[in-house]
Antibody
Framework: EVQLVESGGGLVQPGGSLRLSCAASGFSFSSYGMNWVRQAPGKGLEWLSY????????YFADSVKGRLTISRDNAKNSLYLQMNSLRDEDTAVYYCARRIAVAPYYFDFWGQGTLVTVSS | SYVLTQPPSVSVAPGQTAGITCGASYIGTKSVHWYQQKPGQAPVLVVYDDSDRPSGIPERFSGSNSGNTATLTITRVEAGDEADYYC????????????FGGGTKLTVL
């Protein structure tokens, strides 16, 4: 069974940093590109970042470029999101999502999300 | 920039058919995917590649895509279908490849 479990969320002050993790199981993690998607309270889905299976390709949304770093450790079946210079508007539930291996690309499995609250 | 436009809300009576649109210029040339999200839950894929259904998704869910509009159609709507629905495309020619529509709240009257 495919499972994605996010962790690392919590309360952080504006300007602070946080590192989110996503633990994958039930599939060959090293064969899939992975993504981070967030959802602010009462708002829609916002894609943040993608990393290819071998980490050779990464993409970021313009809204977060320069403040977020995506990485993965295939030996540990884990995906990470390093978030710096956090702002109030970064308050959201953060999901990791698996991208299918062959185009057309979509997200076939999602984690349950981890809540990040940016507040003083 | 490319924007996917969804109506904020759609209401339908139980047993009727609901149509949720996703509009964008020439969206018919792209593959569109649809997700259902219930309160407090992660999104779930309900239609991919315009009109295909993942295993476990009822046949009541279908999709189409032509011209400037993609549509998710839910027939024989049930109370359990009440949720937010999002369309999504992946633009392989862009370094910002993923777009989501703004979401549509489906209310079952």
């Amino acid at each position: 069974e495919v499972q994605l479990v996010e962790s690392g969320g919590g309360l952080v002050q504006p300007g602070g940093s946080l590192r989110l993790s996503c633990a994958a199981s039930g599939f060959s993690f090293s064969s899939y590109g992975m993504n981070w998607v967030r959802q602010a309270p009462g708002k829609g889905l916002e894609w943040l970042s993608y990393i290819s299976s071998s980490s050779t390709t990464v993409y970021f949304a313009d809204s977060v470029k320069g403040r977020l770093t995506i990485s993965r450790d295939n030996a540990k079946n884990s995906l990470y999101l390093q978030m710096n210079s956090l702002r109030d508007e970064d308050t959201a539930v953060y999901y990791c999502a698996r991208r299918i291996a062959v185009a057309p690309y979509y997200f076939d499995f999602w984690g349950q999300g981890t809540l990040v609250t940016v507040s003083s | 920039s490319y924007v996917l436009t969804q109506p904020p809300s759609v209401s339908v009576a139980p047993g009727q058919t609901a149509g949720i649109t996703c509009g964008a210029s020439y969206i018919g040339t792209k593959s569109v995917h649809w997700y259902q999200q219930k309160p407090g839950q992660a999104p779930v894929l309900v239609v991919y590649d315009d009109s295909d259904r993942p295993s476990g998704i009822p046949e009541r869910f279908s999709g189409s895509n032509s011209g400037n509009t993609a549509t998710l159609t839910i027939t024989r709507v049930e109370a359990g279908d009440e949720a937010d629905y999002y369309c999504q495309v992946w633009d392989t020619s862009s370094d910002h490849p993923v777009l989501f529509g703004g979401g549509t709240k489906l209310t079952v009257l």
